[in-house]
């Protein structure tokens, strides 16, 4: 993780050192000396004093990594067939993804140690509305043939009457969270969720008869 220690003295980059317990500069790095550097804190970069390792508390480091991260992950991107923007009739097979949002890093650091939380898309949960759930791996499956009307692997079909109408689906999204610190192993926590509601149509198509 990188970071850069540095003072500027009369437009100079200098590196500074001071005793942690007397604030008092010193001349070289080592046991309970602190540093001026910039510090990330999940994007939040500043110049600050640093304390040596031994006195940095690694856990709130993990803390600020893990919840910027649950923070940050973005509402799914819908990419369902037929869209929100045109309904389906009732029968008609729906096609049920969502948008690759790739995956989100933070690192909190602090000196030389640091910790670091990643968020991997890992699968979705669609609400139709009316009572029904249908969860998928991964990010569902986009239409593949256009003409079809039957609905995906990923996918769904309103076929009751009472289905006739506006839904609102919530579609959430599950991620894995990963945690990868300077100072022990890797470790997965719990996942981190977000979500999308919209209105979705539903209409009935009426039969025309031939004139008689």
Known sequence: MPHSEYDVVDGEAVTSYRD???????????????QYMIVNCGGDVALRW?????????????????SRVRAVVPAP???ISPPPDVGAPANFGLWLAVDDPGQINVVAQAGSVWAGATARFQSIRWDMGNGDVVECDGLGTPIVDPDTDE?????????????IGVRQVTVTGIWSVEL????SGPAMLDPATSQRTFDYEVFEIQAVGEPG
């Open 180 to 183: 990868v610190t300077s100072f």
């Open 77 to 79: 991107a819908v990419d």
């Open 50 to 66: 640093v304390p040596p390792p031994e006195a940095i508390d690694p856990q709130a480091l993990i803390n600020t990594a893990v």
């Open 20 to 34: 942690h317990a007397t604030g008092e500069y010193v001349d070289s790095p080592g046991p309970g000396v602190e």
């Open 151 to 163: 609905q995906g692997p990923c996918g769904y079909t309103y076929r009751r009457s009472a289905d």
